[in-house]
Nanobody, 121 residues
Framework: QVQPVESGGGLVQPGGSLRLSCAAP????????MDWYRQAPGKQRELVAG????????KYSDSVKGRFAISRDNAKNTVYLEMNNLKPEDTAVYYC??????????????WGQGTQVTVSS
């Protein structure tokens, strides 16, 4: 199965920061919308941030707006999620994936293992 590889998670205190990375599996990475999702225990996976092919269009969920920043490096087939002012409710497994367009809900790749983010004192 073709899967992205997420990394950069860990345990951090409230108010702390982390930077997640996602290595995408396809050389045509540059044509897709890239997204970060998260899934907390007992909850459904939710979309938290997305970045367009040329990084000009970016969207965030209300829960992370102003604290998280998504970016991408098409030359490295990598997407990043800079997370600041982390809160306990940000605790989740974080995943990345791709879509063909902003209006599509369907992801391109199988889900990877994700990276665990735990915010706790």
């Amino acid at each position: 199965q073709v899967q992205p590889v997420e990394s950069g998670g860990g345990l951090v205190q409230p108010g702390g920061s982390l930077r997640l990375s996602c290595a995408a599996p396809k050389s045509i990475f540059s044509i897709y919308v890239m997204d970060w999702y998260r899934q907390a225990p007992g909850k459904q996976r939710e979309l938290v941030a997305g970045v367009g092919t040329d990084s000009r269009k970016i969207k965030y969920s209300d829960s992370v707006k102003g604290r998280f920043a998504i970016s991408r490096d098409n030359a490295k087939n990598t997407v990043y999620l800079e997370m600041n002012n982390l809160k306990p409710e940000d605790t989740a497994v974080y995943y990345c994936n791709a879509r063909r367009s902003w209006i599509s809900d369907a992801v391109i790749w199988s889900w990877g293992q994700g990276t665990q983010v735990t915010v706790s004192s």
